[in-house]
Each structure stands twice: as structure tokens, then as C-alpha cells.
């Protein structure tokens, strides 16, 4: 597959995908969305690989939409053609883990972005921002619906108001990102995280994602009733058997997938 606006390394079961437009801080134009559209599919559907990391440059993860490429769009090219929904979706979509690596700038649908990830681990020179404010328009791509949920009302609601960025450290304690690491370090350790979740049985990793999902989808006594039943369904799996035995016989588990 090959892609303009991607770079894409496989590292054992672990896909690397870099953000490649520095020209424009990683804008995210209709050819980076049609690449990561493509990429999320062909991740989902190989076999071999149980784990990716997205990450953009070390001055922007992405700074946004591309804002030349929408400044004379009008709202009919919008709701008609529901431009970006597609992209939302396949992306929101993908069933197997993976990880937004973010440096520098992570704003508008930058943020929108990572925030799709399944956890953002952060260098401590990103700023997160939703500042759609300044342009005229407001969030398009769940930043609203998905900052709020991560980091409450109250910041939010400022961030989307005021257009301020908030820092990788005050992400990291109103539980937005995952962890901060040194700037140096951030594909490094974003990659040790991700070998570390492709190591685990790949049907469980999917189980574990969708059931935490599922708690900002359904309500509590359906979503526990969801997590009972996948748990009681992963009884059945050749894994949950070797998982269990290489305990008791105190060896490594030799996964199957299965
Ligand atoms: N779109 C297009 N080009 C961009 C963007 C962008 N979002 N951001 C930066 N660039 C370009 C600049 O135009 C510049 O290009 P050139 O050299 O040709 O002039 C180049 O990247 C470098 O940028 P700057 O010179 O501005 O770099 P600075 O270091 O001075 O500033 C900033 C960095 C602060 C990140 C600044 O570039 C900036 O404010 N960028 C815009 C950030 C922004 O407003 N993002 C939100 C965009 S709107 C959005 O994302 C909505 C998504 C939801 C849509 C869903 C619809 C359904």
C-alpha cells in the first residue's frame, strides 16, 4: 500500500505511522484523511500487526484541519457531502488498539484526532487545543463531545471558548493523555507501550478495548451486562486456556489469536 502524506514502518507486530506534511504542521488536508482512511483499514485487516502508533513531527502532531482547504467550502459542501464523517467513522472504528504519540501542536482536528486514539501518550512539549473559536466555527470532529468527557466541563468549556492551549503536564493531570514522557523519548516509549499491548492475546486486546469503550456509550447496568458476557464468552478462547496453564506451569503463554 503506499501512501503521499504517511510514512508507514512496521516494527515487528507494531505499525509506526508518521504524519508527513511539515509544510503545513501536519494540516490535516483530504489526502492525509483519504491515506489514514486506507491505513486504518489495511491495520485492521493484517494479521500480523496488534498494535499502532500515530504520531506527527516534534513541532506539530497536527495543527488542525486544513484550514486553506475548508476556508471556501460553504455550508452546503459540508452537510451534503458530510466531508470528514467518513474519515470520523472508519477511523472511531477500528476494532485493534493503538496510540496517538502527540509533540508540539495537537489542535482543532489535531486534537480531534489523538483524542480518537485509544490513549494519548504525550511529549512535554504538547499543546492541546480546540481553537475553532478564533475561525468562525466550532469543533466538527468530536471535540466537544470527547475534550468534555475526558477533562470535565469546566476546562472544556474554556478551552473551547477561549481558544487557549493547555500543556502536556495540566493534560496529563485533567486526564487527557495517558502519560508524559521527554520529547526525545516520545516514539520510544509510545513504541515500548505498543510492543508491550501487541505482546498480549490479540483477542482479549480487542475485548478490553471495546469494553471500555463501551462505557462512554451505554449506560451502567447495560454496559456491565456487556462486560459479563464477553468476559463468560473469553472462556471459550484457545488463549484463555494457554494464558491460564503457562501461569500454573509458571512458562511464558505462546498466544494463538484465537
Ligand atoms: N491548516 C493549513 N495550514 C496550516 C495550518 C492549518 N490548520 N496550521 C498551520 N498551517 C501552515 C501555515 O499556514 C504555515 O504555512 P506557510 O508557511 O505556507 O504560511 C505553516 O503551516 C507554518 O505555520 P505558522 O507559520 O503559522 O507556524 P507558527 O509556529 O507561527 O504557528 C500555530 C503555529 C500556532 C499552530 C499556527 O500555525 C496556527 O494557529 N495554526 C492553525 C491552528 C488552528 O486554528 N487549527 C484548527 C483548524 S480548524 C479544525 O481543525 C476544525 C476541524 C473539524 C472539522 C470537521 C468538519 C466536519
Not at 123 to 144: C, H, N, R, W, Y
Not at 180 to 189: F, I, N, P, S, W
Not at 225 to 236: N, P
Request: proline share 3%.
Amino acid at each position: 500500500m503506499s501512501y503521499e502524506t504517511i510514512l508507514v514502518e512496521q516494527r515487528g507486530a507494531v505499525t509506526l505511522v508518521t504524519l508527513n506534511r511539515p509544510q503545513a504542521l501536519n494540516a490535516l488536508n483530504s489526502q492525509v484523511l483519504a491515506d489514514l482512511i486506507a491505513l486504518f483499514a489495511a491495520y485492521d485487516a493484517d494479521e500480523s500487526q496488534h498494535c499502532l502508533v500515530l504520531t506527527g513531527s516534534e513541532k506539530a502532531f497536527a495543527a488542525g484541519a486544513d484550514i486553506k482547504e475548508m476556508a471556501d467550502k460553504s455550508a452546503a459542501d459540508m452537510y451534503l457531502r458530510e466531508l470528514y464523517s467518513e474519515w470520523t467513522t472508519r477511523i472511531c472504528a477500528t476494532r485493534k488498539p493503538w496510540i496517538a504519540a502527540v509533540a508540539g501542536f495537537a489542535l482543532g482536528g489535531g486534537c480531534e484526532l489523538a483524542m480518537m486514539a485509544d490513549f494519548i501518550i504525550a511529549a512535554d512539549t504538547a499543546k492541546f487545543g480546540q481553537p475553532e473559536i478564533t475561525l468562525g466555527v466550532a469543533p466538527g470532529m468530536g471535540g466537544s463531545q470527547r475534550l468534555t468527557r475526558a477533562i470535565g466541563k469546566a476546562k472544556a468549556m474554556e478551552m473551547c471558548l477561549t481558544g487557549r492551549m493547555m500543556g502536556a503536564q495540566e493534560a496529563e493531570q485533567a486526564g487527557l493523555v495517558a502519560r508524559v514522557v521527554a520529547a526525545a523519548d516520545l516514539v520510544d516509549e509510545a513504541l515500548k507501550t505498543a510492543q508491550k499491548i501487541a505482546a498480549m492475546p490479540p483477542m482479549a486486546a480487542i475485548a478490553n478495548k471495546e469494553l471500555v469503550n463501551l462505557a462512554f456509550e451505554a449506560p451502567l447496568s447495560q454496559a456491565l451486562v456487556s462486560e459479563r458476557r464477553l468476559f463468560q464468552i473469553l472462556f471459550s478462547s484457545e488463549d484463555k486456556a494457554e494464558g491460564m496453564a503457562a501461569f500454573i506451569e509458571k512458562r511464558p503463554a505462546i498466544w494463538k489469536g484465537r
